[in-house]
């Protein structure tokens, strides 16, 4: 009888724990699916661990009307490629922002970052090259 009850608490509590789980899973999904900033920012209160939710977030700063909020943008984006920091494409949002900021060496550190988080990713060593050729570099691209 006490191994009864005892296995029902368990599979009670695991059951438990799954749809926790798919909950905050299905938040992130629900807050891509309508990336307005408020449902961005639900998304990553429920689950900070997504770096696709800060990524866009830092993405929506870039296209306010208001106008762009580079600075704030740029803390979104180093979480998104700190969180994820095998994806090229992270690193390449952050690039973006630091060219609209005017700081180039920022920038190639991040696409320096991108191309050493996915050395054989053609389109990581495209983009570092086709900014430094901008730089005039051509020798090093």
Not at 9 to 27: E, N, P, T
Not at 47 to 58: D, V
Not at 62 to 72: M, S
């Amino acid at each position: 009888m006490l191994r009864i009850v005892v296995g029902r608490i368990v599979l009670v509590a695991a059951a438990s724990a799954y749809l926790a789980a798919l909950g905050i899973s299905f938040s992130g999904v629900r807050a891509m699916r309508n990336p307005s900033l408020a449902n961005l920012e639900r998304g990553m209160k429920w689950n900070p661990s997504n770096p696709e939710l800060w990524s866009a977030y830092g993405q929506q700063l870039l296209y306010q009307p208001q106008g762009a909020q580079l600075e704030k943008a740029t803390t979104y984006l180093m979480r998104a490629a700190a969180l994820n920091p095998l994806e090229p494409s992270g690193w390449e949002n952050l690039a973006n922002v630091y060219q609209q900021m005017g700081d180039g060496r920022q920038a190639e550190s991040a696409l320096r970052a991108g191309l050493r988080a996915a050395p054989h990713s053609p389109d990581a060593a495209w983009r570092l090259a086709n900014f430094l050729v901008m730089l005039g570099r051509t020798d090093e691209a």
